[in-house]
């Protein structure tokens, strides 16, 4: 993508760490953002940070286990944005401790946020990417979605999902025009 400024981005997890970071660095390069988060209070106070960069900003508490709650975002960044240019597929847990000590609650949590979350945000913002000129999608992956570490197996397996997510996404429509990147960050 050659040209931010006037962009629509959906940024998910935007609340905190590299959520945050993305989505101010996004508004300081004129994007306009809708912004998801669990944690309404440091969500808004996100928001808050963004338009004082001169940028529409709309945000909305979401919880990324609940797939309704995923596709009502989605619904309304259609109406009130009438899609996205950029999707940021942010959003992440993880646990530290043996695998088999981990509770399969917890299992499916981690998977729910981690990745399929972000799978189901793609897919239903698909229509609106691929009738973008230049559209992206960027999925914050981990350099333990490339290399596996013990006691935190369930989010490598999440993040290589992610990573192949990433690939095969770029393969499929990449000459459609919809570039795909996944960053995958150290320990941060």
Known sequence: MRVIRDKWALVSGAASGIGRAIALRLADE???????????????????????????????????????????????????????DILVNNAGITYYGRADRMSAEHWDRLMRVNLLSHIQFTHELL????????????????????????????????????????????????????????LCPGFV
């Open 30 to 84: 004129g994007a306009h953002l809708f912004l998801v988060d669990i944690d309404e209070l440091r969500l808004a106070e996100v928001a808050d940070e963004a338009r004082q960069r001169g940028v529409q900003v709309f945000a909305r508490r979401c919880d990324m286990v609940d797939p309704r709650e995923v596709s009502a975002a989605v619904a309304e960044v259609l109406i009130r944005c009438g899609g996205i």
């Open 127 to 182: 229509p609106t990417l691929l009738a973008k000129p230049e559209a992206h999608v960027l999925n914050v992956c981990s350099v333990l979605g490339l290399v596996g570490m013990p006691k935190v197996t369930a989010y490598c397996a999440s993040k290589f999902g992610m990573v192949g997510f990433s690939e095969s996404l770029r393969n499929e429509l990449g000459r459609q025009g919809l570039g795909v990147t996944a």
